[in-house]
């Protein structure tokens, strides 16, 4: 019999590799191409005043998600018509509300990384005009 939280998670539902993870790469551009993806901010508020992912939806859950209450995203209203990606510091306490949301029917991910692998992430913007190509490298995080 394993042990169980008082708070209802148990340690099998705190394994990261049960739930599925969307790479920075990926969710860059799914919002590059205006897919149908919600993007759910879940940090203190403190951390999201400092920077976000634009278009985000915020629910200051870390406390209570981290603490293994269930119902931290009970009252969090998301679209259903495309995948919710949820979002923390490193990528550690969104496992648990995406396996949250995953147990309500949503299709949820977990974003590799956090925004510490947002952050880091770079891509490449290019304009060409007669002779000449401008190749700007940026980092996703910053724009």
């Known amino acids: 019999m394993s042990p169980v939280s008082t708070r209802g998670i148990t340690p099998e539902d705190a394994a ?9 790469e990926r969710l860059r551009d799914l919002l590059e191409r205006r897919a149908e993806v919600a993007v759910l901010d879940i940090r203190p508020a403190a951390e999201r005043a400092e920077w976000f992912i634009p278009g985000s939806l915020h629910r200051d859950a870390y406390q209570s998600l981290k603490a293994g209450e269930r119902s931290a995203l009970a009252d969090v209203e998301l679209p259903r018509h495309g995948p919710v990606v949820v979002v923390c510091a490193r990528g550690n306490t969104s496992v648990f509300g995406t396996r949250v949301l995953r147990q309500r ?6 974003l590799a990384g956090g925004m510490k692998a947002w952050s880091m992430a770079w891509n490449t913007a290019e304009l060409t ?3 000449a190509t401008l190749l700007q490298v940026r980092r996703t995080g910053k724009g």
């Open 105 to 110: 029917g949503f299709d949820a991910y977990s």
């Open 16 to 24: 990261p590799l049960e739930v599925p993870v969307i790479e920075v």
């Open 129 to 131: 005009a007669p002779g």
